[in-house]
């Protein structure tokens, strides 16, 4: 099992970012899969939970109606489409498989900065 992250980098505020979630070794669409993200010297804070393929998705208050997140099941890969963003969504954002036991990606920095 494999998760690899990209797409992060530095956007201004109000900019838009899709970070994209590559998996090998089980199927995304049959997985529960979430996003989260780590601040500078902030705990790790969950983004968003994806289900039943992506049909049922949870987002945190911090970032609903602002982060959407969807799946490319040709691609095998689990996106987080980020707009109007805020310097508060700074943080190397991390996708999950969950389960037992959970797979983590490595992580990819996202700075919202002028």
């Known amino acids: 099992v494999q998760l690899v992250e990209s797409g992060g980098t530095l956007v201004q505020p109000g900019g838009s970012l899709t970070l994209s979630c590559a998996a090998s070794?089980?199927?995304?669409?049959?997985?529960?899969m979430r996003w989260y993200r780590q601040a500078p010297g902030k705990e790790r804070e969950w983004v968003a939970t994806?289900?039943?393929?992506?049909?049922?998705?949870y987002y945190a208050d911090s970032v609903k109606d602002r982060f959407t997140c969807s799946t490319d099941n040709t691609k095998n890969t689990w996106y987080l489409q980020m707009n109007g963003l805020k310097p508060e969504d700074t943080g190397v954002y991390y996708c999950m498989r969950a389960g037992v036991p959970d797979y983590w990606g490595q992580g990819t920095q996202v700075t919202v900065s002028n």
């Open positions: 070794g089980f199927t995304v669409s049959d997985s529960v």
């Open positions: 994806g289900l039943n393929s992506g049909t049922t998705i």
